[in-house]
């Protein structure tokens, strides 16, 4: 489903807006709050598109509470992005959609370049989470700021054995987790 002009149209002061109000949230962030980031964002997307096929929103406020304000959420986010919602997870607070957008079969956007800023700014954003996440598929790593500090810690505790610590330390995002094949 290619987007129309209409749609370009109306995603563009969307995405303004979006933008306005993550830039404004993390300058707050930093200059009033003088809080660091948790995390850092290391690496470079492999393509494997994997957040394009499965867009999730974590949403809070007004939307959570109120079912009519998200139903003209899910609305916009159907008609307008492209994304089909697939599941609420209520403990967590996120939708999860599919986006029409996505040809799976040759990994690519059909509409790339009206796409939403949340695409846009994809890994990234999940960085204002409480608890980042990336899918397994994904070629980014997530290290911990106080990584350094807090492995040295784990590498002076003599009550731990070595493959424990080294299990702590990639539960913990210290150090990239072994993805490799076994043989």
């Not at 109000?21 to 994997?50: D, E, I, M, W």
């Not at 998200?70 to 403990?91: A, C, P, S």
């Not at 590498?155 to 702590?168: A, F, G, I, N, V």
């Amino acid at each position: 489903m290619r987007d129309n002009w209409i749609r370009r149209l109306l995603k563009t002061p969307a995405r303004w807006l979006y933008t306005l109000q993550l830039s404004t949230h993390r300058l707050f962030q930093q200059k009033v709050l003088r809080t660091a980031p948790v995390y850092s964002l290391t690496g470079s997307c492999n393509g494997c598109g994997k957040c394009c096929e499965e867009p999730s929103i974590a949403i809070g406020g007004l939307l959570h509470v109120s079912s009519t304000l998200r139903f003209f959420f899910v609305l916009w986010q159907r008609h307008i992005n492209g994304f089909h919602l697939t599941h609420y997870d209520t403990k967590h607070k996120v939708l999860s959609f599919t986006c029409t957008h996505y040809n799976t079969l040759t990994k690519a956007c059909d509409s790339y370049h009206s796409r939403p800023a949340m695409c846009r700014d994809y890994p990234t954003i999940v960085l204002d989470t409480d608890a980042p996440n990336l899918f397994p598929e994904c070629s980014y790593t997530l290290t911990l700021n106080s990584a350094k500090t807090l492995a040295a810690l784990i590498d002076e505790d003599t009550t731990l054995t070595p493959e424990q610590r080294q299990k702590l330390k990639q539960n913990l995002s210290l150090e990239p987790s072994d993805t490799s094949p076994s043989k």
